[in-house]
């Protein structure tokens, strides 16, 4: 890297104060181009394979209430089982 501080530190005061508004133009336009990088990398993450999809549901209550399967049972299901109903007839 070099040593540009170094090297700004040798300018005259009227030199530093020239270039300063450019040096914080390219930093700011440096910084912009990384945010962009990263809002790409992001955007191709949230769409990348291996996101869960939305679980159809495999059961269905008598009242309409749905169940996909995935972590523990649904409260309606669990009193239907408890009650002594096989959820295998909520199937889906």
Not at 2 to 22: G, R, S, V, W
Not at 33 to 59: F, I, M, T, V
Not at 74 to 79: D, I, N, P, R, V
């Amino acid at each position: 890297m070099p040593n540009i501080l170094t090297d700004f530190k040798a300018l005259t005061l009227e030199e530093q104060t020239e270039l300063y508004p450019k040096l914080t133009d390219v930093f700011e336009a440096s910084k912009e181009a990384h945010r962009r990088q990263l809002r790409a990398l992001l955007a191709a993450l949230s769409d990348a394979p291996g996101k869960p999809a939305k679980q159809k549901p495999k059961y269905r209550g008598p009242n309409g209430e749905t169940w996909g399967g995935r972590g523990a049972l649904a409260g309606w299901l669990q009193k239907l089982k408890d009650a002594g109903e096989d959820i295998e007839r909520y199937r889906v």
